[in-house]
T-cell receptor
Framework: KQEVTQIPAALSVPEGENLVLNCSFT??????LQWFRQDPGKGLTSLLL?????REQTSGRLNASLDKSSGRSTLYIAASQPGDSATYLC??????????FGGGTRLMVKP | KAGVTQTPRYLIKTRGQQVTLSCSPI?????VSWYQQTPGQGLQFLFE???????NKGNFPGRFSGRQFSNSRSEMNVSTLELGDSALYLC??????????????FGPGTRLLVL
């Protein structure tokens, strides 16, 4: 059974700092990995999707990497802004559209 | 293109009652998945429907059920509500089931409070 762990659970940084969020998984038989953002009380917004054959994806200030051999994925946020404050979730798909989520990292970017 | 819509957005019920939540996927999307989000358990997969057929089911009791209509709209039903069913219920849609190389799009959720 796939288990997904996100570290740290919470993070507070000053505006402008570059930061890395970590996600680890136990089953390397994944089809794809997605990073989502969730604002308080809201649904999920997809940020990046990495197929199992890829190693990374980039969108603007965001870069996500995938290392299946070590069971890890990282989300890099460059030049963080207060608007980046949210909970970030990683999720893996290894069967159909069933996503297995990590517990999330709650990010606070202080002005 | 309109996003995934869920109704109602908020709901208060009492123990023992039943509830029905609705999800309308993005136009053209035929796969709908449901998730439960609680502070203690996080996000957990409930079930997935495609072309009116349940394709996958998570580890939830039989009180949780769902269905999908010919227009791809989906409903989930929870019978005999328990306090622990209080959660944010999220619906996600995608254009196809199975091995997916595309993202899923989530709705804003229905927040259910069971008293």
């Amino acid at each position: 059974k796939q288990e997904v762990t996100q570290i740290p659970a919470a993070l507070s940084v000053p505006e402008g700092e570059n930061l890395v969020l970590n996600c680890s998984f136990t089953d390397s038989a994944i089809y794809n990995l997605q990073w989502f953002r969730q604002d308080p009380g809201k649904g999920l917004t997809s940020l990046l999707l990495i197929q199992s054959s890829q190693r990374e994806q980039t969108s603007g200030r965001l870069n996500a990497s995938l290392d299946k051999s070590s069971g890890r994925s990282t989300l890099y946020i460059a030049a963080s802004q207060p608007g980046d404050s949210a909970t970030y979730l990683c999720a893996f798909s290894n069967a159909g559209n069933m996503l297995t989520f990590g517990g999330g990292t709650r990010l606070m970017v202080k002005p | 293109k309109a996003g995934v819509t869920q109704t109602p957005r908020y709901l208060i019920k009492t123990r023992g009652q039943q509830v029905t939540l609705s999800c309308s996927p993005i136009s053209g999307h035929r796969s709908v998945s449901w998730y439960q989000q609680t502070p203690g358990q996080g996000l957990q997969f409930l079930f997935e429907y495609f072309s009116e057929t349940q394709r996958n089911k998570g580890n939830f009791p039989g009180r949780f059920s769902g269905r999908q209509f010919s227009n791809s709209r989906s409903e989930m039903n929870v019978s005999t509500l328990e306090l622990g069913d209080s959660a944010l219920y999220l619906c996600a849609s995608s254009s196809k089931p199975g091995l997916t190389l595309e993202t899923q799009y989530f709705g804003p959720g229905t927040r259910l409070l069971v008293l």
